[in-house]
């Protein structure tokens, strides 16, 4: 696609809920990032595919956190029993192998969980 | 851990420069960079300095990188209305994954007309 897509725009969700937040990056590009950005605070790195496979997992915050991109592409952010602590904006990056090494964000998925 | 720091707030006349100023933490940071956020909108790059050069011009935009400070500022020349926006300074420490940026909390750049 044109840009970095991402799914759902907005999810609420209740606590101790499990959530699905997907991202289809700009075609051809094989990193991928996730970050969260909390209210007023700037993002904060999740995690890091190159290709299929998580190259950098050390920002996810507990076990309750878990990415996947199985065909190098589309990737899913799931996490389980959500806690009203998660509510934030997930945002989906991705990078041309070659370039400038520019991360293009998409508009992110809101998470509020009540 | 890693703590880039900005002033929070910044409001200016259009046509007036505006100068937003970043602490980094790290000197050996090889990249830092710009983004600027608009409501419900991504982020979008607006420029990125490398750590062997001082200053870097593009059109509008001045980005001015004082290593031994750690103090990085960008200046927007004749602010516009579309100028207002959320403006996060950012850095990747020497040694961190490529692409793991550092962000700020952003400065609210208001530009009244």
């Known amino acids: 696609g044109a840009g970095v897509s991402q799914t759902p725009s907005n999810k609420v969700t209740e606590k101790g809920k499990y959530v699905e937040l997907r991202c289809d990056p700009i075609?051809?590009?094989?990193?991928l990032y996730w970050y969260r950005q909390s209210l007023g605070q700037g993002p904060e790195f999740l995690i890091y595919f190159q290709g299929t496979g998580a190259a950098d997992d050390s920002g996810l915050p507990n076990d309750r956190f878990f990415a996947v991109r199985p065909e190098g592409s589309v990737s899913t952010l799931k996490i389980q029993r959500t806690e009203r602590g998660d509510s934030a904006v997930y945002l989906c990056?991705?990078?041309?192998?070659?370039?400038?090494?520019?991360?293009?964000f998409g508009e992110g998925s809101r998470l509020t969980v009540l | 851990g890693e703590d880039v720091e900005q002033s929070l707030f910044l409001s200016v006349r259009e046509g007036d420069s505006s100068v937003i100023n970043c602490t980094y933490t790290d000197s050996s940071s090889t990249y830092l960079y710009w983004y600027k956020q608009e409501p419900g909108a991504g982020l979008q790059l607006l420029t990125y300095i490398f750590s062997n050069m001082d200053m870097k011009q593009d059109q509008r935009l001045t980005v001015l990188l004082n290593k031994k400070d750690k103090h990085l500022s960008l200046r927007i020349a004749d602010t516009q209305t579309g100028d207002s926006a959320i403006y996060f300074c950012?850095?990747?420490?020497?040694?961190?994954?490529?692409?793991?940026?550092?962000f700020g909390r952003g400065t609210q750049l208001t530009v009244w007309p």
């Open positions: 990056a991705s990078r041309a192998k070659r370039g400038t090494g520019e991360l293009f």
């Open positions: 950012a850095e990747i420490p020497r040694g961190s994954t490529l692409g793991r940026l550092y």
């Open positions: 075609s051809g590009h094989t990193a």
